[in-house]
Each structure stands twice: as C-alpha cells, then as structure tokens.
Nanobody, 127 residues
C-alpha cells in the first residue's frame, strides 16, 4: 500500500518554471514505477512523464519533451517533475501515480496501469 502526496503547483507566467514533488509513504518505493499525469477541464487524464522503478528509463509526452524532466529519489521516497518554459496549455491539475512493477523494468504510460494516485496539484500558467 502506498499513499502519494503531490505538491508544488501554483500560478506561473508563460516561460516560468515550477517543480512538482510527490512524496510516497509506505515501503518499497524503489520497487514502484512512477508517473505524472495531467487533466484539464473537460479532458481526459493524460500522461505527462513516467519513470521506471530503477530510474533508468523515462517517457515524455511529445508536448513536454525538452521542457519537463522527471526524476526520482529513492532515499526520500520522492518523484519530481521539473517544468521549464511553461506554456498556457500546460494549465491542468497534475497527479502523480505509482504501481509496483519490480522486477519488470517497463515504463507505464497509461492511467489504467497505475494502482495508486496522489490528490493532485493545480498548475495555472498565464500568457
């Protein structure tokens, strides 16, 4: 069982940077694949970035490649999403997600693959 707490969202202007954090409680965080998703008003929850349990593989949606970076710290049970060069279209509620996948080293890229979710953190980017 894992509990996830998202934080770091807020108001930003286009071109600014924000860093989201997701702290996991529970054991064996290093066995979990992690992901960041976002959901805009009236839209589906889509993957933004994902990382496998070892940190050796990552995935990024085309819309954020080159601007966002996902990383993890197993020492602090935390996954991060560094968001640079923010755009108004990045406005959404951002959720972190976790699923225990060890020893499978797959990166999970769809919401249905994840068992655990954070509560979400709002990111609003103005032009």
């Amino acid at each position: 069982q894992v509990t996830l707490v998202d934080s770091g969202g807020g108001l930003a202007q286009a071109g600014d940077s924000l860093r989201l954090s997701c702290v996991a409680s529970g054991r064996a965080f290093s066995s979990y694949a992690m992901g960041w998703f976002r959901q805009g008003p009236g839209k589906e929850r889509d993957v933004v970035a994902a990382i496998n349990w070892s940190g050796g593989s990552t995935y990024y949606a085309d819309s954020v490649k080159g601007r966002f970076t996902i990383s993890r710290s197993d020492a602090t049970n935390t996954v991060y999403l560094q968001m640079n060069s923010l755009k108004p279209e990045d406005t959404a509620v951002y959720y972190c997600a976790a699923d225990r996948t060890y020893p499978d080293s797959s990166v999970l890229t769809t919401a249905a693959m994840y068992d655990y979710w954070g509560q979400g953190t709002q990111v609003t980017v103005s032009s």
